[in-house]
């Protein structure tokens, strides 16, 4: 049970929908695996309020994008804008905005960049001293009635989520609320989440049953989720499960759900809270070859090893096996490298011979490579190897690149 302050602090910051638009629901990480791993570290500093490492992760990833894959730069541009608009440099986020609209008209990202306009327009420059102020109040005093009896706190959060305060206010009141250890607490939890006019506190009311971690309120997600026809709110119950660490639920969300963008994120879900077994089970049952690349995906989230080394060895189709390769530099445990180098010497084919490449990349392996590169004995595969090793950017990579360059300078 999550009860301590500090891991319900924790729950909080990783999994918070952000304030401004969620992602659509078709968005992607780009295809490339260690692009993809930038646009999700940015992602995790965001969830994390660091604007400025979102900043520069998705500054980062729209430079690369924009040489490899500029369709998708659109999104690491939205991104930028939204961390600048956290950190109140709205002139810049106007202007991020603006180069949005004017690179990527037909953006699946213009509807939130119009949200986001608004806000940069909206949000003057010195902020109300008296709403501010009095927002600040109220959520040291809502804060305040942790230390309250039970049966003294619950009617003032009551009428505090029934009255007009603001969004912000009402969420401290739900992390009150979900602190109280009362049925009486988690049943106006579930009423805000079932019955509240506003999404977004729905979703406040559904993660905060996740963190009460208890068993009436993980059984009132259920109902929700079976009644919801939402799937963005199908999405946040799955968050609010990974939460209460109930992989049964959403392994049982990750094998019946029809919706595939809700079956994926299950699947996500199930790595992120290290269910390997779980995984190994769904990967072996199921059909669809692009969910079985997320499974793989996961297991490499989850640091299972040894699953994927299995796979990557085994009769499965080549695109499999290269998944499997490629998601051992996610695992980026103390085995992987070793294990990625031991795939590349054995290849028999150029494809798993690139994807234990991927791997090592994605794992910032440049030791590896290096290792590789001196031992290559064509000069196809040196090529191969340095043109992997310059995207590391590693002291060593550098100093090879100006050795090479010295030998070749030296040449008639």
């Known amino acids: 049970m999550l009860k301590t302050l500090t891991k319900t602090l924790l729950c909080v910051s990783l999994l918070a929908t952000f304030p401004a638009m969620a992602a659509p629901d078709g968005d992607m990480a780009p295809s490339d695996k260690q692009l993809a791993e930038l646009y999700w570290q940015g992602q995790e500093s965001l969830k994390k309020s660091d604007w400025s490492g979102a900043l520069e992760r998705f500054r980062r990833l729209e430079t690369s994008l924009r040489r490899t894959e500029p369709a998708s730069a659109d999104a690491a541009i939205y991104w930028q804008a939204y961390a600048l608009l956290q950190a109140k440099r709205s002139t810049e986020a106007k202007a991020t905005l603006e180069k ?67 969004i912000e206010v009402k969420k401290r009141a739900l992390f009150v609320l979900s602190q109280l250890d009362e049925d009486a607490a988690l049943a106006e939890l579930g009423n805000v989440a079932t019955t509240s006019n506003d999404a977004e506190l729905r979703a406040e009311a559904i993660r905060m049953l ?25 999405r946040g119950i799955i968050q609010a499960w990974m939460i209460a660490d109930k992989p049964d639920l959403v392994m049982q969300a990750a094998r019946s759900e029809t919706d595939e963008v809700l079956r994926k ?124 090793l310059t995207l590391t950017g590693s002291d060593a990579t550098l100093d090879l690149i100006e050795a090479e360059l010295d030998k070749a300078g030296k040449q008639p």
């Open 265 to 388: 994120a299950a699947i996500q879900a199930l790595g992120a809270m290290d269910a390997s077994k779980e995984l190994r089970q769904l990967f072996d049952s199921e059909k669809s070859l692009e969910n079985r690349k997320s499974i793989l995906q996961a297991l490499g989230v989850a640091g299972d090893t040894r699953s994927l080394v299995g796979i990557a060895a085994s009769n499965e189709s080549e695109d499999i096996r290269i998944e499997a390769i490629e998601a051992l530099g996610i695992a980026d445990d103390d085995d992987s490298g070793e294990n990625l180098v031991r795939i590349y010497q054995a290849a028999s084919s150029p494809k798993i011979r690139e994807a234990a490449l991927q791997g090592m990349l994605i794992s910032d392996d440049s030791d590896s490579m290096l290792k590789l590169y001196k031992q290559a004995s064509s000069k196809e595969e040196k090529q191969a190897l340095l043109r992997m």
């Open 210 to 234: 996740g963190i009460s971690g208890e068993d009436t309120a993980i059984e009132r997600l259920r109902t929700i989720y079976a009644a919801s026809k939402s799937s963005e709110e199908k």
């Open 100 to 166: 949005l609209k004017r690179d990527y008209p037909d953006s699946r990202w213009s509807k939130e960049a119009e949200s986001l306009m608004r806000q940069t327009q909206g949000r003057p420059n010195v902020a109300s001293e008296s709403s501010g102020n009095d927002d600040d109040l109220a959520e040291i005093a809502i804060t305040g009635l942790m230390q309250a009896p039970p049966e003294r706190a619950l009617p003032i959060l009551r009428k505090v989520l029934q009255g007009s305060h603001s």
